[in-house]
């Protein structure tokens, strides 16, 4: 049986070492000239009306997941989460010092980690910090990523006296030989507990996140696995691919290389997920997420506000992102900021009482219009080159690659006078899309 022609182009495109394009530049972009005085400058300069995000990393967990790829510390007491707390209080403070006091909070993320093994009483301390040091709107939303293997009822009434109204929920996979294979093992029943716990606690709006591509995990594993998320009906679903990479991640090491899925299962496996989620009623958004119409991912696809940031898809309009803790990540207006990603060198440098950035990017006029291209691409499948690079006084020319043209020849994209649309079986390549107008990456046809 001859393959789809969604699942051959993913097998063409599917080993291309390409961003996920969050932001633009990428991370890889970032240069150690950009630091706490930059950061500093542009803090001030911050539009005192413009709605801001805040973003806070909280880098714990109880054990070790195989598969992650973000830097995190491993704990079972929670003294160094304490003494991690306590230094981000510090940073909140020295931050709101150079902001101006009127700037509303319209969103708030807590990532990891898993930033709900915190105890409940200092993430209220945190919260009322925060309200205390912004100008939180009446309707910010605030959001957490939760562990269901940790969450407990003590910390679901913290979050409802917090009024957090979002929580993604880590699954990865329901099928036990999967999660056997990649140390995170959790029953269905406990991440139905912890979604059932949320909501009668006010947090009504529930997130999970799927992967595809895991050691041991077939095709009937991963449509078994997002029909039992079905079932508990969250509003919109993440589904990422693995990407093995134990040459930067030593715990990655620990997983099998040959009881990985190949390209082609891969490939499989990504379109039978996307085939049960749609089939139950999902809408899919941009290259990997799925929601329900009346969420607010759909909502803002319908209506062209949707948006793309370092944590993925938002509804969130906010152009500044005030990112908190190790490794975190900001926009600011002339450009992004990152802090230290080491914990003991982020605590040096706040506890002498300076910001922590080590690294950043300046933004420039060119940068702006690619981004912008970049982002209506991902989130949108299309972009009208002309009228961005108008908008934003570029020639469209400059911009219009021969990369382009190859995608549209294996059948990825249509062009017309500049107005590119991705075919939906080409939705998968929307990397490499986006990618012909990174100007940073080799600019040869793929």
């Not at 709006?205 to 095709?219: H, S």
């Not at 809408?283 to 929601?291: E, V």
């Not at 382009?404 to 020849?409: C, P």
Request: proline letters at 5%; one cysteine or more.
């Amino acid at each position: 049986m001859p393959l789809a022609p969604s699942i051959l182009i993913q097998q063409k495109y599917g080993k291309a070492s390409l961003p996920w394009y969050t932001i633009y530049p990428t991370i890889q972009e970032f240069s150690s000239a950009i630091g706490a005085k930059t950061c500093e400058e542009w803090l001030r300069n911050l539009p005192p009306d413009d709605a801001i995000s805040l973003y806070l990393h909280i880098p714990f967990c109880r054990s070790m997941c195989w598969y992650c790829g973000f830097p995190t510390s491993i704990t079972r007491q929670d003294a160094l989460i304490l003494n991690y707390l306590a230094t981000l209080r510090e940073e909140i403070r020295l931050v709101a010092e150079q902001v101006p006091q009127t700037l509303p909070v319209s969103d708030v993320h807590f990532g990891g980690g898993s930033p709900t093994i915190m105890p409940p009483a200092e993430f209220l301390s945190l919260m009322e910090l925060l309200r205390g040091r912004f100008a939180f709107k009446n309707a910010a939303t605030i959001a957490i990523e939760v562990d269901p293997r940790t969450f407990t009822s003590e910390m679901a009434d913290a979050l409802e006296v917090a009024g957090v109204k979002r929580a993604s929920v880590g699954v990865q996979s329901f099928d036990p030989i999967v999660q056997k294979a990649i140390n995170r093992v959790q029953s269905e029943t406990q991440v139905m507990a912890a979604v059932k716990t949320l909501r009668l606690h006010g947090v009504s709006r529930i997130n999970f996140d799927l992967m595809f591509g895991l050691p041991r995990q077939t095709l009937q594993s991963c449509v078994q696995s997002a029909a039992l998320a079905v079932a508990m009906r969250p509003d919109r679903l993440a589904v990422f691919g693995y990407a093995h990479v134990p040459s930067y991640r030593k715990n990655q090491r620990l997983i099998e290389k040959e009881a990985l899925p190949d390209i082609t299962a891969r490939a499989e496996q990504a379109s039978v997920i996307a085939d049960t989620l749609v089939a139950a009623g999902y809408l899919q958004i941009g290259l990997d997420h799925f929601a329900l119409p009346d969420d607010e991912l759909a909502l803002a696809q319908k209506t062209g506000r949707l948006r793309r940031n370092s944590l993925g898809y938002s509804a969130d309009t906010c152009q500044t992102v005030i990112g908190l803790g190790a490794s975190a990540i900001g926009r600011l207006g002339e450009g992004y900021v990152q802090n230290e990603l080491t914990q003991s060198v982020y605590n040096r440098h706040i506890a002498a009482g300076r910001l922590a950035t080590s690294r950043g990017y300046r933004l420039s006029g060119e940068d702006g219009v690619r981004s912008a291209i970049i982002e209506h691409l991902m989130c949108n499948l299309e972009a009208n080159v002309p009228a961005i690079c108008t908008d934003h006084g570029f020639d469209p020319i400059d911009l219009l690659s021969e990369r382009l043209d190859t995608l549209a020849e294996n059948g990825i994209l249509d062009i017309d006078n500049g107005f590119i649309r991705v075919r939906q079986e080409g939705r998968f390549a929307l990397r490499a899309v986006a990618a012909a107008f990174d100007s940073y990456l080799d600019r040869s046809p793929l």
